[in-house]
């Protein structure tokens, strides 16, 4: 077999380097698109929200909810009204556990439930449970004031990050 000529071993080799830098150039890209979409402050949306458990009578509800993404939260606080009218107040903190699908969507799921003292609902409002076992959040950096959020497909909504 015959012997490269050095010009061309010079050649191949600035191609493989070039190729290399590249290479690694779109994975520091890649991750760095990555670590500046990762939502960097909690936000917090207003509901109101109107229940029907048989489609016959109605529970309304009125409340605000903060997702912290660094501490790994879902502060939930409602006041609910049954349709006999009992009022009950659901203030609770969930746990979540954020798990990165691409760069701009969250899946979590609901890790562990802490109720604060103001909470009286206890298992008065079952669909409630439910409502936050998981979900998806959509975060973006072309509009960082601003997370999208469908929680069990119960509540959609758009959370506003404060400048």
Known sequence: MRELPAR????????A????????????RYY???????P????????DFVHTH???VRW???????IDPKEGALYVYYVVKTPEGKVFTYDRKFDIALTHLDTS????KTRSVVKFDADTAGDELPFMERGFQGGMVTFNYFSD???YYNINNLINGVCHVPR
Do not use: Q
Not at 8 to 15: N, Q, R, T, V
Not at 40 to 47: E, G, Q, V
Not at 60 to 66: A, L, Q
């Open 8 to 15: 061309w071993k010079k050649i191949i080799a600035l191609m």
């Open 17 to 28: 380097i070039a190729s290399v830098l590249i290479f690694g150039g779109l994975v520091v």
């Open 32 to 38: 760095y698109v990555i670590n500046r979409d990762i």
């Open 40 to 47: 960097r402050a909690p936000c917090f949306a207003s509901i």
């Open 54 to 56: 048989d489609h016959k």
């Open 60 to 66: 309304h509800g009125v409340g605000d909810m903060t």
């Open 105 to 108: 969507r969250f899946l979590f």
């Open 145 to 147: 004031a601003e997370y």
